[in-house]
């Protein structure tokens, strides 16, 4: 038995043991927290470093600032210059004027100059490390004068993003920290932007006050520090509400404790708009709106840059003073024509008055798609028939080609150039003289939305819901230039990707003012939009001289001494598009006018061809070498398929290789006609009365245009049978006349006579057979006996018998019989 004393001191040990299992238990537990603690402690500062590597990662150094802005030889204190494609020559000037801009230190600039950035832009500028974050989740916002510095002049070509926003401020803090406050200050105010292109506060005081910075008014202080937050504010382009951002910066300034009294605001001096740019506006806008695409607009007016564009000065010149000759020409009213070289080649306009017209035009080279020369306004407009290709062109995906059969008849309301139908042509007159009715009917069975997809592919915007040519959308000159430009190029769409889709391009380079090349669009990208066995079809009809003769004349103004393709474009009577191009130049002319003036295709295509001569003058009149897959053979016009005795012209026409004529020609035939009567003659018909004609195969929806056209169509009649008395050395008495026979076929009648030398019995299909066959041929003489037997199975309808009797004078007896073979 246990003692009491052995008993507690059990229980004591039973304690203790539990006392130091608890206690290894939170031990164990604190370990584990620790662990645990410090595991997430370090993804913490792994996931920081990782985050802050990513934002680092390619962050532009903030050593490029002194060199952007260095007091003497800065990049930026070289305004943005815009010049032609050779370099030399400025078409415009980012800049009041072409002075290089004046950096001023901080200590030659007023006080109150100084105190109005701060209020205007970053009010706690003295108390922050350069950022704030506040203003995080906007990545348009650059709150303070160092994040300013930070996105305009390092990450101008980054999207704005919450990434931006981040390195935004990183950047910040290192300018800062390296640069320190007073050298922000100075940076910030020699180059910021005062609208009107002017950079930096000296720019901003020159043109606004006609001043230098240093004597600057506390008042004009905070005009232009208002003006630097806000550029579009400026004191030109909106003087009130300018004149009001300046008495705010002044209430701050005033709260701050910078002044004590506000002054009355100044009145600003008239301002430029820049160096240059006449008779380039158009084209300068463009190449601008292509750059903007890839860099901020305000860093490109910044400065330090040369942006070469693909203008030809020359060219540009010469169509400038030839639309204006042009169109002063359409007013009959004269202007000094000396001073354009090109004039000579502008050929005499037709005789009308146009008043108030408008003309635009640009020209091309389609091998790079680059734009060499544009002229008035590149806003979009109806493109009528200048569609018309792409109908066609859907059609040649689907087996038409050049050499097809069309008709140009009467349909609903649609109308030619020339008011009058054509009939059957081939698919090449119709689309050289761009005749509609045809254009029509090839899109009815194409289908709308199938042109449309090509038109589409193209880059044209058009709504298959609408008439095809008339009521499409509008297209812009840059649009069909570019589109028929690949028809030139062999169905490559030539020039620059922009916005997702391969563009004509109006930049060939930017560079900085230190030489360092920012972009280079020398070589052009390339999108396979047709084949080139397509396009070469295209090619050949636009460029057929004599296929537009029977609209334009020969000779006519479409022609320019060298294989060039043409299209007119109508829409109504008040507008008109000439387009067309050699395998290296593309000119494009779109001419409108009031609703009082009728404006044709005639006037825009003498446009046309003086820019086409002018922009070839120093090429080689190269033309479209035929490509492998394209056969030229002989065809019968206008149907298109293979000549026959019967064909009235035969002509060379091209095929893609598989889609050749293999039958012979149906449109024309001839027939036996009884000249008397005009009826088809028969076996019956006296030979002396029967003469062959040749008739048009005309369907039954183009009877009436051809009754209008006097075209004969071949009768349907035959003349009628007029049987002769029996000849007793020649006759067939049986089978009977119009006997039905079928199997073997015995034919019982005479054959001899005097001086008897053979008979022959043969029999042909029809009233009137073409072509005999011989079934019986012999010496022997038949008086009422057997001449012949005939098998006549496998044949059916209608068929002559003839008995010839030949003598030895030469006298010839014939018997003629009609029989119905049923097989």
Known sequence: MTSPIETVHRRRERRADSRRHAAGRARAVWFGFGYIFSILLALAIFAFAFTYADLTRDLPSVDQLPILLDPNN?????????????????????APDDSPRAYIPLDQLPDWLIDAAIAASDANFAFHPGYIWA?????????????????????????????????????????????????????????ANYGNYAFGIESAARLYFHKPAEELTLAESALLAGTMRTPSLNPVAAPEAAAQRANEVLLIMKALGMIEEIPSPPAPLPAGEGGGGEGTTTFLNLALAQLSARYDRTRIERGGLIIVTTLDSNLQQNALCLAQIF???????????????????????????????????????????????LVGDVNPHPAGTLLTPFIYLTGFTRGLGPASLVWDIPRGDLRNPDDQFHGPMRLRAALANDYLIPAADVLEQMGAQNAVNTARSFGLDL???????????????????????????FGLRNGQRLHDSIQASAILRVESVDGSIWLDWSSPESQSVVSPQLAYLMNDILSDNPARWQSWGNPNVTEIGRPAAFKSGRIDSSSAWAIGYTPARLAAVWTGADSSS?????????????????????????????????????VCDPSGLLPTNDCPAIVKEIFLNGFEPSQPDTLFRSYAVNRETG????????PSLVEQRVFMAV?????????????????????????????????????????????????????????????????????????????????????????????????????????????????????????????
């Open 135 to 191: 203003g995080l989740d906007n990545p348009d916002a650059h709150p303070t004068l160092a994040q300013k510095l930070a996105y305009e002049l390092l990450l101008f070509d980054e999207p704005p993003s919450l990434q931006r926003a981040l390195r935004e401020r990183i950047l910040a803090a290192q300018i800062t920290a390296r640069f320190g406050r007073e050298k922000i200050l100075e940076w910030t105010l020699n180059s």
């Open 463 to 489: 709504d298959p819901g609408a008439a095809f040519a008339s009521d499409s959308p509008p297209q812009s000159i840059l649009d069909l230039a570019s589109a028929y430009g690949t028809f030139a190029a």
């Open 327 to 373: 169109n002063a020409r359409l007013a009959n009213t004269t202007v000094n024509e000396s001073g354009c070289e090109a004039a000579r080649l502008l050929p005499a306009l037709p005789e009308s008055k146009i008043t108030n017209a408008s003309t635009s035009a640009l020209i091309l080279d389609p091998r790079d798609g680059q734009i060499l020369a």
């Open 598 to 634: 009728t404006v044709s295709a005639r006037p825009s295509a003498s446009l046309w061809n003086a820019l086409m001569q002018t922009a070839s003058l120093s090429l080689t009149p190269d033309d479209w070498t035929r490509p492998a897959g394209v056969t030229e053979m002989d």
């Open 679 to 686: 009826l088809l003659a028969t076996v019956f018909t006296p």
């Open 699 to 823: 369907p039954q929806e183009a009877r009436a245009w051809a009754a209008s056209a006097g075209i004969p169509v071949a009768p349907e009649a035959y003349d009628a049978i007029q049987l002769q008395s029996p000849n007793p050395n020649a006759n067939i008495v049986s089978p009977i006349m119009f006997a039905e026979v079928n199997g073997r076929v015995q034919i019982i009648g005479t054959a001899a006579g005097e001086r008897f030398q053979y008979y022959k019995v043969q029999v042909g299909q029809g009233l009137n057979p073409t072509a005999w066959i011989e079934i019986h041929n012999t010496t022997s003489a038949a008086a009422n006996g057997l001449l012949a037997e005939w098998d006549t199975r496998g044949l059916s309808g209608l068929y002559a018998i003839q008995l010839v009797v030949v003598y030895e004078d030469n006298r010839v007896e014939t018997a003629i019989i009609q029989v119905i073979v049923r097989g």
């Open 74 to 94: 800065g990049l930026l204190l070289q305004p943005t210059r815009v010049t032609d494609r050779t370099g030399q020559h400025t078409l415009f000037t980012f």
